[in-house]
């Protein structure tokens, strides 16, 4: 209620235009499923492979093993 989603997707759009000649990459998450779908992203946990059920550690080393996720995070600039 009060305009945050409406505020994010601005910033998308704002960052998206600008980014094309000055930044690499912008990832728009959020923490929850509706929560992201309100704001067209995705949740945090997708973005980066997070699996609930799995220990800190274990949830790093299959980040890290992850080429497309390391090459994403490497071209990454900007995080909602």
């Known amino acids: 209620g009060t ?4 505020f994010i997707r601005a910033l998308h759009e704002w ?10 990459g912008i990832l728009i998450t ?3 499923g509706i ?3 309100h704001i067209q992203g995705i949740t945090i946990h997708k973005a980066l492979g997070i699996n609930i059920d799995l220990s800190l550690e274990q949830n790093m080393g299959r980040i890290y093993n992850s080429k497309k996720k390391v ?3 490497k071209e990454l ?4």
């Open 15 to 24: 960052f998206t235009l600008y980014h094309n000649r000055h930044y690499g």
């Open 3 to 6: 305009g945050k989603s409406l």
């Open 71 to 73: 090459d994403m995070l």
């Open 30 to 32: 959020a923490s929850t």
């Open 77 to 80: 600039k900007i995080l909602v």
């Open 35 to 37: 929560a992201a779908t």
